[in-house]
């Protein structure tokens, strides 16, 4: 069966500091990968999505970056962080056979 | 993508039937209907989905009416653990489209 993993669950990091949230999916090939992010309060916005490894689309600029080191492997990150950069963090796969699945989410906050 | 309209929010009994309806008019001919929901502080949870027939599975039945410009939610049986942000999103298909979620509609069932 497909699982998606991702964390950490929760991370509290200084402003300028760097990010790296990592999610990995077992039990499928060439999925379909995907970061939101939700703020507080508000609806998920898609921030990158990638079709295979190394291949990445950004959706709105901002302070981060995704990357796709590996098939099931994606990793978001960012440089500087910014207070504006905190929210909950989404993490899904999806396939030819399979709808979107989320992970369980990191929930950022950056003081 | 093709965009939805969904009320704000809406409140059910607990064992009544939760019926939630979503706009989307400028759907096209090869865009499904997708129902998610989000509990508070998780990940999106995928419902069901349809192109043009009705479809229910063990969790909800999904109405889409002829003209395919709208579409209902049932859950037939609702209870205290279905109250979530249930959001109704039109896409070409999880293999090509990307999932562009709205502010959903915030169902709360009542004692």
């Known amino acids: 069966s497909q699982t998606i993993h991702q964390w950490p669950a929760t991370l509290v990091q200084p402003v300028g500091s760097p990010l790296s949230l990592e999610c990995t999916v077992e039990?499928?090939?060439?999925?379909?990968l995907y970061w939101y992010r939700q703020a507080a309060g508000r609806g998920l916005q898609l921030l990158f999505y990638?079709?295979?490894?190394?291949?990445i689309s950004s959706e709105v600029p901002q302070n981060l970056s995704a990357s796709r080191p590996q098939d099931r492997q994606f990793i978001l990150s960012s440089k500087k962080l910014l207070l504006s950069d905190s929210g909950f963090y989404l993490c899904?796969?999806?396939?030819?056979?399979?709808?979107?699945?989320f992970g369980s989410g990191t929930r950022l906050t950056v003081v | 993508d093709a965009k939805t309209t969904q009320p704000t929010s809406m409140d059910c009994a607990e064992g009544r039937a939760a019926n939630l309806p979503c706009n989307h008019s400028?759907?096209?001919?090869?865009?499904?209907v997708y129902w998610y929901r989000q509990i508070h502080s998780q990940g999106p949870q995928y419902i069901i989905h349809?192109?043009?027939n009705n479809e229910t599975n063990e969790m909800a039945s999904l109405i889409i009416t002829e003209d395919r410009k709208s579409s209902t939610l049932i859950l037939p049986h609702a209870t205290l653990r279905d109250t979530a942000v249930y959001y109704c999103?039109?896409?070409?298909?999880?293999?090509?489209?990307?999932?562009?979620f709205g502010q959903g509609t915030i169902l709360t069932v009542h004692p």
């Open positions: 990638s079709v295979g490894i190394g291949q």
């Open positions: 349809g192109l043009k």
């Open positions: 400028t759907i096209s001919g090869n865009e499904y």
């Open positions: 899904a796969w999806s396939g030819a056979n399979y709808g979107y699945t």
């Open positions: 039990g499928t090939s060439n999925p379909n």
């Open positions: 999103i039109v896409s070409y298909g999880t293999s090509y489209g990307k999932l562009t």
